[in-house]
């Protein structure tokens, strides 16, 4: 009997070093993550991205989705006014990195878009989670890609939401409805989040893609999805990281 509590004292003092042991996902507290400041301050931009009030956007057909933040404010970005180049040369990525996510059926190229992101430093376990929504005004054969991107020790791509591609496909002046991208850091070190949507084929009739801390509403009723999320593309970036985080260091400190 004394060896039987002796074996069960043995095993729950294993159990609880173990548990010990493990990084417990926390929330990271980053400044303004949800915009409430009523603008973007703490983030960095490319092209053309705003905070915004609860608004509407109209596509090429004339239909309209209205897009309510969960509080006061959310931040918008309208696929226009940085080049693709300028983009991942920015961000330190490898230029064709997104393309090679733009797995358009029909065929075609990201010509330009715009980028949200930032910097911080993350131990290992903390955790971020933002909501999203994005809105084509475009129709097939378009594809309008975006992406979140995050650089770092645990680097990966996201495609979030196309027209007819990776990610959430929402089709012809399709909308995603808000959606949940979040990610668990395995690796302490700095990191750099960014989101961005892009033109593909063409430069007008802009995504556009919508970031909050928390998902707000849509009206009409946020659609279902039309695909699984996320089945996005997602772009292990071991050896991006590795060649890659000192250049995007010093690009993003500069900034």
Excluded at 37 to 50: A, E, H, I, Q, R
Excluded at 56 to 70: E, G, H, K, L
Excluded at 124 to 132: H, L, R
Excluded at 212 to 221: H, L, M, Q, V
Aim: charged share 10%; net charge negative.
């Amino acid at each position: 009997m004394m060896k039987l509590k002796q074996s069960l004292l043995c095993a729950a003092l294993a159990a609880g070093a173990l548990v010990a042991g493990q990084a417990v996902a926390a929330p990271l507290s980053l400044s303004n993550a949800d915009f409430e400041t009523g603008d973007l301050s703490g983030w960095s931009t490319l092209g053309s991205v705003f905070a915004t009030p609860s608004t509407s956007v109209t596509t090429f057909d004339s239909t309209n989705w209205s897009i309510f933040a969960a509080g006061t404010t959310m931040a918008q970005l309208n696929s226009n006014g940085a080049t693709l180049a300028t983009i991942e040369s920015t961000l330190g990525i490898v230029s064709g990195t997104l393309n090679a996510l733009n797995t358009n059926p029909n065929g075609g190229g990201i010509t330009n878009g715009a980028a949200l992101y930032r910097s911080f430093t993350a131990q290992a376990g903390d955790s971020i989670s933002f909501a999203w929504d994005y809105v084509a005004r475009d129709y097939i054969p378009f594809n309008d890609p975006s992406f979140a991107i995050l650089i770092g020790p645990d680097s990966s791509i996201d495609v979030l939401a196309t027209i007819n591609g990776l990610g959430q496909a929402v089709g012809t002046s399709g909308h995603s409805g808000w959606q949940t991208y979040s990610k668990t850091f395995a690796t302490t070190g700095d990191y750099t989040l960014a989101f961005v949507t892009t033109n593909d084929k063409d430069t007008v009739l802009d995504s556009a893609l919508f970031i909050d801390a928390t998902a707000g509403s849509c009206n009409p009723t946020c659609p279902p999805p039309i695909n699984k999320v996320p089945e996005p593309g997602v772009l292990a970036l071991t050896g991006f990281a590795a060649l890659n985080a000192f250049a995007l260091r010093r690009r993003i400190r500069k900034a």
